[in-house]
Every structure is written in C-alpha cells, then in structure tokens.
C-alpha cells in the first residue's frame, strides 16, 4: 500500500517507556506512538483487540504493551497479541527524518478523509 | 453405491452447540475421520461457544469473545460448511436428506442430531411479554444485560444450578434480585434440605431476596413486565423475569422423522438413534432412560460418537455418576450421588459447623460411598467422586472419611490432595473442557511445558471456570516435578524469587535501583514486566524514600496520570476533603469545575468525597490547577495509597459523641496523607460505638469511647467483608496517631504488593501484629519514626507537581505538523 508521510514532531515529544495519541484518526481510529529503552518507535493503532483498552496508555516491557484493561500482552511490531491471547491491532509505519518522527498514512484513508 | 464424484462421506450435523461441535472434533482427531465432508446446521446466529460460561459472562468476568469455542477459521481450516441461524425443520429418511429454514436441502450418509434443549416454560401468562426471557443462549444474556442497563429490579424463577448463577450474575450487574423457587429448599436435586438452607443463608446475605415454596401465578404486566404473582397472594415487582425452572430435550425433528423418541431422543450405547444412519448427542437424548444436563458425560458422549463414525465399533457410552459445583464466586458447592440415605441399611455421616459455614455429609451403603454434599469447602470433591466411581471398599476409612482426604488417609506424611500415581488416565481433571488426566499428562511430557500457564493454554484445563486449577498445578507437579504452588509465590513470571527474599535483598545489598534488583536476582526479561516493575518501584519507594527516585513509566495509569481510568477512556478525579470536611468555597470550586470543563457527572464516593467523572485527559492538568488555587489537593482515589479517613461528627456536635473524632480523622489524613501502600488504605473514626464511620471494616478504625480510643485493623468491605480485629485501647490522640504510624508503615515494610491488610493479617496473625505494634514500644516508635520521615518527601500535592512537570505535554495529543 502507498502511504503518504506526516510529521507529528519531535522524537523527545515521546517519553522512554512511553507513549502519546495522535491529536487525529487515521481511518477513524485513534492512533498511537510507542518509544521504547532501545529507542525503537513503534505505531499502533491505540484499540486493544481485546475489549478496545487504550494501549497508550499500558505499561511498556521491550517491544510490548500491556493494556492497562485486562493485561493483554500486545506486541509493538506488528500489534498481534502474546500467547496464547489471540489477536491484532494494526500497526502502521513510522520513521525519524532530522530528529522528527513521520507516520506513513495509508493512501485510501487520506482519500476518503478529502 | 457411492455415486458421488467427491468420494467422502456426507455427514450432516443438526446443532452448533456444545455437545455436535466436540462430536466433530472427536472425529477430526481420528484419521479416518478425514473421510467425511461435513455440513453443521446451527439455530443460533453464532459460532460454537462455550454455554456453560454464560453466566460468566453475565457475571462479567468473561467477554462473549472469551467463550468461544471455534471461530469461523476453526470451521474453514477444517472444510466443514456452516450454516449459522439456519434451523433444520425436517428430516427424510428416504431420500437421506435435510431440510433447513432457508430452503436449504442437504442429502447426508451420516446424520448426527445435536438439537440440545430448551428451557421449560411454566403454563401461566404473561410469558410474551418484554421483560421476561429464559437462560439459555447468547440472546438471553444480552436481553439480561440490556434490562440490567436500564431496569432496576430482576425476578427469577427456579432455584436450580442455572437460576442462582443467573441471580447472583443479575445482582453483579447491580440490579436488585429476587428469587422464587418451588420447593422449601435451593438446588434440592443436588443439594439435601441443610446445605440448601446453607446455601440459601449466604445468598441471602449477599442481597438475594428469596420466595421459596413460591409457585409462580402469573407475571403481572401490560407493555412489559412489571412483577410476578405467586398463588399465596405475594407479588414481586420486576423490570425483568427469568425463567429458569428446567430443561427439556428438543425432540420435534427427530419425532417428526418417525425416529423412537421418549422423554428425549433414544440412543443406544453406540449413541445410534432407532435409524442405524443417524446418530444423537447431547442433551436431546436419552440414554437407558436418563437425560442429560450436565456438560461431562456430554463429553463422554462425543467420543463414543465419534468414534463409531470413524469406524471405531467397539466404543461404548456408559453413564458415570456425576457431580455438581455451582460458578459463583467464594460458594463452595459440590454434590455427587445419593442425598440422603435410602433406607436403614444405608449410614449417613455429617459434619456441621454452622459458625464457619461448613457442612459435609457422606452417605455408606455396604461400605462403599454412594453420596456426598459438601458445602463450604468442597476440596476434596473429586476425591469423594473417585471413591464412589471406583467402588472403593472405604469401611476402614469410615471413621475419619468425613473429615476429608488428608484425615481420612492419615497420615501427617502423606501429602494432602489427589494421588496422581494411582488415578485413572481417564479421570477427568476438567469438568468444563473434558479434559482427561491422560491428556494433561502428555502434554506436560510431549511440549516439556513447566508452568500453569502452557499447561492451560495448549489444553485447556483449566481455562474456562478454574475451579480445576489446584489439580492441574498438582498434575503438573506430578509428571514434571515442577511445584507450581511454589512458582505462584514469586514475584512474577521474569523471576523465581518470592517477594520477602526480593524486600530483605534490597536492604541487606542496599539495591537502590529496579536494574541491580533484576542484576542481582538474575531477572529473565531485562525491562521485567507489568506485574514486577510496579511492585519493584513500591519496593523501592518505600525502602529508599528521599533517594529512590519513583518511576512513572512502571506505575498503572491511574498512578501515572493521577487519576481514575474508566471504561470509556475518560478519567475521575476526587480532590481531598479532609476527614470528610468541605466549605462553601471548595464546593464552589468544584461546582465551577465541574461547569467550565463539562463534566458529566459529579458523584458522592463512599468515602465522603466528591467524584467529578468524565474528565478527558487532555483536561486534566487544567482541572487540577483550578482545584489546586481553591486550596484543594489530590485525593490518591487512583492509588495504592492512603484513600480515605472517613469520620462522623463526634463530640462537636452529636449528642452520643464521646470525642472529637472529626478533627481526629483530620489530623490522621494530615499525617497519612501521601503515602505509597502495598494496596490502598482506608481509614475511619467514630465518635462512640454506634459506629456511624463504619470503622470496623477499613484498614484501620479507630471507635472512640468514654475511656479512650480502641483501635481495629484489618478490615475490609468488598466482596470478601471482613470485619476488623481488635489492636489495643490507647488513652489519647497522639497515641493513635503513634499507632496508626506504625501500623501503617509495619504494613508498608512487610506486606506483599498488591496484598490489602486484610488478607496481609491473615497471613502473618494478628498474635504477631500485636507483638510489634502494642508489645513492644520501642519498636513502635522505630516504626513510627520511619513512617514519618518517608512521609516527608510525599507530602507534596501531585497534581501540582504534574501539572508544573515537563512531561506534562503528555497529556495532550501530537498533532499533525503542516
């Protein structure tokens, strides 16, 4: 899929071990930026697959985020739950250009927001 | 002849439910069970799920999602064609076809009938009208769950296993609840008149109005249902009526096909019906004249089936004796065979302890165990179901036998619980997933799992109702040598340390960080996990004060952001109201916050306080700092901290006031106010023994009289109500506060995280909290000196705090930069 990129600030904007909504809905969801102590940055949409908990919220371990609900484990990567929880949450693309962080939206989404 | 260019058997399955779809995964296990193309036709508009958990889920402990039993993949990656909300409505034997509700016509080889039950409707009126629906299906919880969204007061009929579990779900939910039943006593199938009258005692208790010898008139209502008349003139007004008075198997199909029916579908032990082509499972039949409604020889059923269908002819059903526990939560029910004595020949043992709630009886026929009911503590439950499976000579036992297992088998060196070297492969350990001690036991050799939790996830044992848990982690400890008991003590899964050795570590090897922790205990993850990183920074909060430095990133939300999460994602917020005491100007505050903010709901808490709900995140530093310049500081109702001193008017005011326990309660939030807990802490002062603050179930109470103050600690009053025990009777204010100070920090140092004082008592005994708080006064003043010195470095509002602190951008979203 094509996606076009977004700059949504500072890599410092987010906390280590933490993480931040987006201030808009990328295909009516609610989106999140997860940092991680490696310094990874990780997108997720911000709905745990289990009952819908917001992520951004959850403590961070690694590349995982517990869901502050019901403790689901949910890995940053690819946003499928650990086992043996099964579910999905979907990830999107993110990359740093000169220190700012860009999120790569999908290309259908922008169309059917204009 | 098979005629067909798909040479696979055509078998068709009448019934998604729980008893067709484990038909089919018996049959898939088997090779030759590849051999068939199947069609399953199921009624309801669902996958297969678990019904036996309903009331779970209206209990709220589990989601319908968790009740699933085979999702649409689990259909698909095994070719079966599903045909959801599609009832089959005829059956022709001659043309061995199917019709289903759509048209739909299906032609079979095999038929297998799972139709199940329904719920039995009682002749009386008013049984169409909205408001009243049975227990049966996911329909029905939603019907329920909606009424309890918007209704207030629910009725149910029956007082059987599945009408109380639909009560005490209905009164989770916080509706009112009350009961009729025919009968004088509660489940009197499974349970005799005195553990029916036991059961019926703590329901009562936990707010369950009952109307036993209750025969149902009618249910009054014109729109909907507005009450129930029993026919001795008592009328009980009700939102919603559940009917759950019994089951009856769903026989019209197989009646109309012109196959032998009685109260159920006959079945042979091969579980073939009168047609050798189609066969039956589940509640719909009946074997040797026995019906069925309990889930395990269901399971039983299934195999024998699938077995047959797979060419296996030698499988053969016989019906075990069963036993009965009730899902809900802190009542032990257990019952299996006889309730009662037949005749003289026959011996009924009981022991009753009506102080603590406990009841067993046995009941001996020709020094073999033909029964049990065990009320209060049904450990030993399996054991006793064993016993009476076996057939077991227990004469030289029956002098001990009712004390349980551990007596019974004597001996202080024997291990109390199952033998697993001497059960049975076949012994189910899992009522509600049938699964066999066999299955467990390979699966622990097979995949090398050491932990409960693999054990749980790739079997199954264990993961519906849990009630099976202790005999798995015994398995476990069995076959693989693994103590799973033990594993459960530690910390969290990242370690094998328990909490006590980690607390004593980080003093004795001054470990002032969660990294030398996790270094010096050779922790699995580097970053540990959501369980240990808040326990470890407690730990070290309250080790360390004024050195550590607290981590936010290991705190729950609602420590981080100071705050109460609540489902929607919006946050509560409670200011302190000192022992309870506001002013005009604070209210006035509050009232203006709660305006300028549109604040959807502003609530009085248990606690005397005053909950704004609804905040959104992004507003809560600007609701703090309004609070904040009214004078008001954070009211810690989102931490495991001091919550609350809840107080009554005293001596100032109330005629039987003995002290000023108003300004009492002040100063011991003035002193307490801030601190990290194990868990969180409440605290309360009445002015006399009438008791009007509830001091004997907080953390800590204090009850003023003529003589001086007494001193409760460790009480509680959720679900587990514990009420307080007595500390000791001190003469003045500053000793109670030396008291509470040193209870309190005794509690900090000792406890586990996580663990409330009351459960923390229990644990160490009063005797020993005693001895360090009253007894020794030198230690006492230790204690107390360091509750003070820790208090200060937290005496600093945190809403100010957050409010000025730099990641207080946080609070707000990122926004798209142009």
Redesign the interface.
Known sequence: MAYSW????PVE?I????A?????LIEGQPVA?FRT?EQGLFALIDVCP??QG?LS??????ATV?C??H?W?IRLDNGTAV??DEGQTTSLPVRIVAG?IQIGVPHTSEEAAA | MNMMTDNRQRLVVIGNGMAGMRTIEELLNHEAGRRYHITVFGAEPHVNYNRIMLSSVLAGDKSLDEIVINPLEWYEDNGIRLFTGDPVTAIDRQAKTVQAASGLRVRYDQLLIATGSRPLAPPIAGLGLPGVCAFRDIADVNKMLEAARLHRRAVVIGGGLLGLEAAWGLKQRGMSVALVHLMPTLMERQLDAAAGQLLQRDLDRRGIAFFTNGQTEEILGTERAEGVQLTDGRSIPADLVVLAIGIRPNIDLARAAGLDVSRGICVFDDMRTSDPDIFAVGECTEHRGEIFGLVAPLWDQAKVCAAHLAGDETAVFTSQTLSTRLKITGVDVFSAGALMAADETDDEITLRDDGQGLYKKIILRDGRLVGVVLYGDATDGQWYLQLMRDKADVSLLRDRLVFGRALAEGGANKPAGPDFSAMPGETQICGCNGVSKDTIVAAIKDKKFTSLSDVRAHTKASASCGQCTSLVEGLLAFTAGVDAKAGKKTLCDCTEAGHDEIRQAILAQTLKTMESIRAAFGWKKPEGCHKCRPALNYYLLCAWPGEYHDDSRSRFVNERLHANIQKDGTYSVVPRMWGGVTTPSELRAIASVAEKFSIPTVKLTGGQRIDLLGVKKEDLPAVWADLNSAGMVSGHAYGKALRTVKTCVGSEWCRFGTQDSTGLGIKLEKLAWGSWTPHKVKLAVSGCPRNCAEATIKDLGVICVEAGYDLVVGGNGGVEVRVADPLARVATEEEVLEYAGAFLQLYREEAHYLERTAPWIVRVGLAYVKQRIVEDAIGRGALYGRFLHSQKYVQADPWAERARDPEAREFAPLLMEA
């Open positions: 977004k700059k949504i600030g904007s906390p280590v071990q933490g931040r909504r987006l201030g808009f930026i102590v289990h009952r917001p919220e959850g403590i961070i371990c690694g517990t502050p609900l403790n484990v086992g043996p700012e």
